[in-house]
């Protein structure tokens, strides 16, 4: 799996503070205390409010860093969450899951097709055969050969920072190499404090080739959209492509 966000775990949540793809999750998940099982779940930011509504919530990330910072946050409620240090390309569980979610482009971090599957075929193993697994990507109808940079501000809120992050991407051989610097200076002053690099690589991923290799591990897509808002999905014009599976069974 490509990527890891060790250095900037602290900055994650006051990057990402949205819970639009939440609600999405909700409208397919059983009723709690149903067992849910998130790949990549980082700082907890999907786990954790669905423990606080009653889910029994495994979560499993590559970041340790990460993942201290969601213990943190679950503890604060004695929740049913239950963070675990795990590469989602080799998840090692016996017990069942009744839901297992891929939230906010996890797949893309998968380095190919090859391990795909080998993903997918895992999630069939863990899914009760009534269970849904959820994906969340963007859409991959980009160029195969460019760049691209730009900036975003945000407020680091636990030391009233400003963060001003800097991304370099390149879209080369169906991946993006995606280069992150995160300047931290103080408000007012403007004084610089500290500066952080995030690294990762995305495989892009298409809607036939996961209808292919979803079909060939066990499952079938059961429906299909766009955006959060449940929109029809469109190459041309969506910005995600967020797809419901179950088990062939």
Known sequence: ??????????????????EEDLNFYLKFLPL???????????????????????????GIDISIPMLKHAKQKSKKGLLP?????????????????????MPFGVLHFVRGAKQ?????????????HSGRLLIDLFNSSFPSQTKREFKKEFTYKKAGTLIVKHTKEVFQNNQIIVRQT???????TFHPKNIYKNFFILTLVTLPELEKELLETGFWIEEKFGDYAQNAFSIQTSPRLLVVARPLV
């Open 1 to 18: 799996m490509f990527g890891c966000y060790d250095e900037i775990a602290h900055l994650y949540d006051s990057e990402f503070p949205f």
């Open 32 to 58: 709690p205390p149903s067992l849910v099982l998130e790949l990549g779940c980082g700082t907890g930011r999907i786990s954790i409010p669905l423990a606080r509504k009653g889910y029994r919530v495994v």
């Open 81 to 101: 969450f239950y963070p675990v240090c795990m590469d989602v390309e080799c998840i090692g569980f016996k017990k069942r899951f009744d839901c297992i979610l």
């Open 116 to 128: 795909r599957c080998v993903l997918f075929k895992q999630a069939f193993s863990l899914l009760n």
């Open 182 to 188: 995160y300047y931290e200076y103080e408000y007012g």
